[in-house]
Every structure is written in C-alpha cells, then in structure tokens.
C-alpha cells in the first residue's frame, strides 16, 4: 500500500516569510508524527497527533511553529516568520497507534532559508 | 530522561566484511521499545526492526542480526557479508511506553567500499 506521503519535497524561502508543509499518513494510522533533521541538532521530535488533536506539542521550538491535523488524516506544519536556522529537513512519520505501533516516515520535506 | 548514544560517527569497510553497529540507551521506563532504522542517500528513513524491552532474544534476518542486551543497555546491529548497498546512516531509537516520541541517537554513517 501507499506509504507516508510529505509536499512538497523541497522549498527554498526566504527569510520572514511563511511556509506550510504537508504530510499524508498511511491510510487507517491514528497517529502522526513530525520530526526535524539539521546538522546540527540530529533527529528531533517536534509534536504527536492522536487524531485531530495534539497531546503532545513539547519539541516545536518556538511560537512561530505550529500544526494542524484535519478529519484525523492530512497534518499541515506551519512555520511563520521564517528564520535561517529553521533550515532542516521536516520528516513525518505515522504510526496505527501511539503506545506500541513502530513509525513510518515519509520521504521529508528540504526547506531551506535563505 | 531517556538517552540513545551511537559512537560510532562512521565506519568504512570494504565489501564481504562484517559490521556491527553500537547502540545504548539510558531510560526510566521498564518497558520501552528499540528500533533501527536506515537512511539511504535517497534521505528517506526505513524501519528495519522493532525490539521490545521484554523480549531479549536475539533476531536474525538475512544478512542483519541484532543483538539486544538489557544488563547493558545495548541493542547492536551485525551485518554479515556487507555489500555497497549496505551504505547508509543507520539510526538507532528508543521508544518509551509512558510517551509518544522516537529519540533517536546520532546515527552511525556505514561505507561500504567495493
């Protein structure tokens, strides 16, 4: 079947403006999943979705970051004012339950700041 | 708070040639998850195995083993007969049963030289 599903691949913007990334999971997943990969700070865990809600938001950086997830399916990750150092590779993952089910990713998204 | 070192940064070897990859891991949790997980060239990460904290016996699939310790807090990566394909950063990961996140150690870069 179809695996996770991320938009798009690559995005170069610049600084200030706002970007919205998209990730589609794996059909029946309840749970979805956003992680970043810089250089400098490796894989970092950003915010759980369980269903439309967000139990646990504790890894996005700042208030400029946020996420939304619609009829528990497409999650859009929205990073307002952008910065140079939210340059990263944005990976999503889902999983069919939270507490015991292992995590798949998709393929990231490459934003770049210039 | 839950830990995963990986120290090896890189290891090169040359076709044919056994690899093991190191992983430990510090938690509270007496019941957790370990994973592997692959990043090729192409970016995209690829689950290879899921390993639950009660179940220590060793797996085998293919040219990959893992060999998963509690007394020591280590879940290591074999790979026998390695070939190019084999080159990529492999992740390792602890999942706790009490949260929702991967954390992930800081991957170990494989090479694999013809």
């Known amino acids: 079947g179809a695996g996770v599903s991320q938009s798009p691949s690559n995005k170069v913007t610049e600084k200030g403006k706002d970007v919205e990334l998209r990730c589609d999971p794996i059909?029946?997943?309840?749970?979805l999943y956003w992680y970043r990969q810089s250089l400098g700070q490796g894989l970092e865990f950003l915010i759980y979705?369980?269903?439309?809600?967000?139990?646990?938001k504790s890894g996005l950086p700042s208030d400029r970051f946020s996420a939304e997830r619609t009829g528990g399916s497409v999650s859009t990750l929205t990073i307002q004012r952008t910065q140079q150092e939210d340059s990263a590779v944005y990976l999503c993952?889902?999983?069919?339950?939270?507490?015991?089910?292992?995590?798949?990713f998709g393929p990231g998204t490459r934003l770049t700041v210039l | 708070a839950q830990k995963v070192t990986q120290a090896q940064t890189e290891i090169s070897v040359v076709e044919k040639e056994d690899v093991t990859l190191d992983c430990v891991y510090e938690?509270?949790?007496?019941?957790?998850?370990l994973f592997w997980y692959k990043q090729p060239p192409s970016g995209e990460l690829v689950f290879l195995i899921r390993?639950?904290?009660?179940?220590?016996q060793n797996e085998i699939s293919g040219r990959y083993s893992w060999n998963f310790q509690k007394s020591t807090s280590s879940f290591n990566f074999t790979i026998t007969a390695s070939q190019v394909v084999d080159s990529a950063v492999y992740f390792c990961a602890l999942k706790e049963t009490s949260g929702s996140r991967l954390t992930f150690g800081e991957g170990t870069q494989l090479t694999v030289n013809p």
């Open positions: 059909s029946g997943h309840t749970a």
């Open positions: 979705f369980q269903g439309n809600s967000a139990p646990d």
């Open positions: 390993r639950n904290s009660f179940d220590e």
């Open positions: 938690t509270r949790d007496t019941t957790y998850y």
């Open positions: 993952a889902s999983s069919l339950s939270q507490s015991r089910d292992t995590q798949y």
